[in-house]
């Protein structure tokens, strides 16, 4: 750094201090040249927009005439919008249908594949395999899967007697479709964190334990639940706030029906300021989501921080 | 008798893992009627390409798959070039702001794509650049706070002492760069390189708002607006949306080494 | 590896730059021709309009013109986003509950000095329709089409019944106890062990057949037509205020609810709710209901589901005070931002002209924005044997157009929202009629 630099007052010390700085410049410049793009993109892709939808917030404007300054009109519409509270709802239902199962799933996954077992690598690819999918093409797929009359789960049930349910456009069983979605694409990749973290637990814990008498079980909760305490803790921070923006399966699926049951707040944001053309209040709404998701955030690195040093040197 | 019922365990969770996609592309084969008639279960008997051929010709699929593969191919190079730059300066340089700039990088990753929505689109509107390939792929293309944290991390890893040889002969910090960090990177840039490109490829609500035209439309938009049209009709759709998971299914066959580890990595600071 | 990494990093410098170079916004000139958008939301019309759209490409070798399809749900969300985002396509189909707001925002070219300069004869359009589309002497849109709602049936499924087609004529309805209408919906109602709804032991879990099927996003095919047919009106006087919550509006509703909640005629909302319900051609042609309420754009998709005869169309019945149908037109416009002006004017002139109505009447797509030219539309039905005269009757009866208001887009995306769910029974007609009437109401400045 500039103020490391101990000047030396002789002229030949004169010289080399110059010599230093003009490289410490070129340094520095050749730093920011290689910064640059990124930081066009970071500025005026991600920066400016952050400021543009607060100050948005403020206005209403449907993007064709003029937006008139309204202050904070949109943040009292929206704390008295029933369906703002119904889409938070509808976000929060969801992430309960979701994170729990999925982790639960990928828990029992990553403990089956932690023992040496046969074919475990290939296992492992499998199960990711629906992590990489398009969820426009899933929405598609599970749409048909779920068809009351001519998807797989219906004609399933049927051969065991049972009448299936008009999945999608039922509106108790719209959401947990959609989350199923989400808990297929997920279990894989939530697995193979969990796997890793699995891995990184010293075997001696568990001979030292199983020395002492200890049954599976009493291992399992008191060396292995603890020590993939970061990994668990880590994927349900991530995938929660994943969740929380739902919106290509819903887009494709249901368009928040049937009857608002799977209106998640990022396709209520989507409905308000591309379909309905009210950008100030679709502007107000994501200012909440993005004051929600920071909570989530600022929770999460306050976990981390106690047990990971950012190192910046 | 409890390896068996692990090994069925893990056996049933792999059917569940593929069974969608098999279905998918089996009933992709099968005639129109016998979508709807045979379970999805039963193999197509006789094979047809007849849905493919339909959805090739009369919808432009292939428009939809080459737009998409313009996009995500554009934003994937200029996501590993851009990142990797700045990977390096923020990894290996020292410079007045770095650290501030780079925790507004790391802050800026939690934003939600939909809160930077309606100002992006007002933005490409002003540079005249909505329904333009460049307004698709310019907010992506300068490199993602993500792929940068990802290859500074990996940059970190490596031994300083390789890079102050190559200094000591004369190497500048492009060279340096280029011929002493890049080929051991590797691993780390297409690891960027496939979940950039997979991103891209299956992002749906960038596109919806900045481009509706039919010239660049990509295939989560062309598939989505079949379903709109023929939701019922699913010889049509399911073969559009087996189309849409090919090229995914093929990178992910060839990249699947480094996306399992780099997944596994992920929970692993 | 290596060499992996260099083969997509080579392909994907190409990508970038023909991502580059390619950056086209569609509209630019190649070669000297200038290539025209033109949007349109029915893809059952395209093929006719495509092939007349050749005839003028041949007439105007400097103009390509490239349709833009887009389904009645994305249509709205996408134009609106393209006229903000200033690269609406040059031509598109315009409609009255959307015609307020472009107007006002000025996104619409005025025909007027265009019309003058030209010479056209705008006499040839039906009055009704073009009237509609002026404002202060600007004219921002020519006659298309026309279209009222008719009762589509099979044919098979009403000999099945012992029905014959004069049967479900002069049918009626009432709030009380449904009338002639629903008796005859409930002869064509079978369900799994081949009883009818009327008569005794008719389980109404398990229905083959259906009497109706009803589907409609702003409720132009459903319930508007009961209302009209009951003496509600949607709003107090054009460009006022919904005036949904009135009594009339609210029993019509409450018998649609009841085609399929009560009476068990109509096919439940869980299969027809749009957006993931199947067209309702699809819904007749697969047998899973003898009859549907639809527009009378629709007859070339039942044509397609029931070929050869395998389908007619009925009037629809007759309410407390009469009969009437909602009727609708759209219009061609051309955007105001375009870049291409006279092109833009000129397939405009094709598109609203003789010539080009005529063969798309001919190919029975629509009933044509001019009147002298129904005869060809209805001929060509007559030829495949099928009576479509009825939507011309309905036409020139008692008729409602759609609302004029500004807050179209508000009506249009909570009614589908509300109105699924009064069809699914999650709310009563009297909740949704006044909450949609509220929420429309309060969108309007």
Redesign the interface.
Known sequence: MIDNITYDRSVQGHRRVERRLAARVRAVAEAYALLAPSLVGFLLFLVAPIFGVAALSLFDWNLMGAPSFVGLDNYRELAADPEVWRAVLNTIYYVVLNIPAQTVLALLLALALNRRIRGGKVLRVVFVLPWMAMPVALGIIWSWVFDPRYGVVNQALGMVGIDGPNWLTDPAWAMPVIASVNVWQYTGYTMLILLAGLQAIPHTLYEAAAIDGTTPMQRFFMITLPLLRPSLFFVLVTNTIGSFQIFDTVFVMTQGGPGGATDVLNFHIYQQGFQLFRSGYASALAMVLFALILLVTAAQFLYFRKRTVYDFS | MKRIA??L??FA??V???A??L??LN?AFKEPAQ??TT???EPAFPVTLENFAQVWSQYDMAGFLLHS???A??V???Q?V??T??A???GR????G??V??W??LA?M????????????????EF????????L???????T?YG?FLVRQYF?TIPRDLESAARIDGAG?LTV?VRVLL?LS?PI??TL?TITF?TT??T??WP???T????TRV??LG???L???H????HL??A??AL??LP??V??L?F?RH??RS??????? | MSRKIAVSAVAAAALLSLAACGGGDGSDSTGGAVTLRYAMWDEVQKPPIEQSIREFEKAHPTIKVQIELNNWNDYWSKLQTQLAGRSAPDVFWDHVSYFPKFSKEGVLTDLAPLIAQDKVDTSIYDAKLAEGWKVDGKVYGLPKDWDTIGLFYSTKALKEAGLTPADLDGLTWNPADGGTFVKALQKLTVDENGKHADEPGFDPKKVKQYGLAMQAPTGQQDWWNFALQNGCTLQDKPWGRWTIDQPACVQAIQFVQDLRLKYHVAVPATVTNPPNGPSLDQVVGRGEAAAAMDGSWMLRAFDTALPGGGFGVADLPAGPIGKGSVYNGLTEAVYAGTKHPKEAWELLKWLTSERHQKAVAQAGAVWPGIPSLNDVFADAWKAKGVDVTGFKKAAEGTTMGYPLTEAADVYNVKALDIFNQVWLGQLSPQNAAQKITTEANAAIK
Do not use: C, E, H
């Open positions: 692990l090994y365990a893990l969770g792999a569940v893992s593929v969608p996609y279905m998918t009933s979508v709807l379970p999805a279960w593969l313009v996009y191919g554009a994937t190079a200029g590993v851009f990142s730059m700045a390096y300066a923020f340089m020292s410079f007045p770095r650290d700039l780079f507004g990088y800026t939690m934003v939600p794509q939909i809160v930077t929505l309606v100002p992006l689109f007002l933005i490409m509107r005249g650049l909505i329904d333009t390939y460049l307004g792929i310019l907010p992506t293309a300068f490199g706070p940068i970190r910090t760069l080929p590797r840039l297409a390189a997979i490829w299956n749906l609500l919806l708002i900045v509706n035209g039919d010239a295939v989560t598939i989505s607006a379903k709109g049209q939701s019922s009709q699913y759709i399911l559009a949306a849409a998971l995914l299914i990178i992910f060839l699947q996306i399992v997944i596994a990595l992920t929970g692993l600071k």
